[in-house]
């Protein structure tokens, strides 16, 4: 399935929706501070793949028996998929370099704080990182795998500025408020980050 609007993304159980969770978070960061719309209306990373920058590393989509299939489609025409959001330090020691608020909740012992992840399929015929799709996932559910519209990203981006809605309830989504952050959002984090 694909999530096409903010309100979809709210009615659709991503992610866990209270720390330790961080895949909100994950995504906040990722559509405000890690990508850029060009000239073309081509969205593109602010940094190299090839470095492991963030914990970025290439994504191999194994037949899930679980699920009965692989996560997702096959990646379009010279393109490879690239997953983020595994913070163990050990596994992918960039990932000590996504925001404190994005990080905050990890903990090695517990396997809930470790399991969402974003993959990007990205063009290999540029130096550019250009992005062709996006997905949502958890590592340890991949039958729980949405396809996000490149444009809800845009959505996330024109959000009232240096503002963040989060939940400060249980995971029913009931009550919301306004967090406001720094420009970068580096403040601390108060909350848990609910783009929506």
Known sequence: PVIRTLEELKNTRVFEHRPPAHGYALLWWFATEAIHLDNNDRWRLNFPLNLGTYGFHRFNNWYDNNAGCCPLPPAPPRASYYAVGN???????????????????????????????????????????????????????????????????????????????????????????WQSLSPACSQRWQGWCQVL
Not at 145 to 173: C, G
């Open 87 to 177: 913070l163990n330090p050990n596994t992918y020691p960039r990932s000590r370099d996504l925001p404190r608020w994005v990080t905050q909740y990890y903990q090695v012992s517990r396997r809930d704080s470790k399991r969402d992840r974003m993959v990007i399929a990205v063009a290999h015929n540029s130096n550019t990182n250009s992005i062709d799709h996006v997905y949502l996932t958890s590592h340890y559910y991949s039958f729980r795998t949405f396809e996000i519209d490149l444009w809800v990203l845009d959505q996330i981006r024109n959000l009232q500025s240096e503002r963040v809605l989060w939940e400060s309830t249980h995971s029913d989504l009931k009550l919301w408020r």
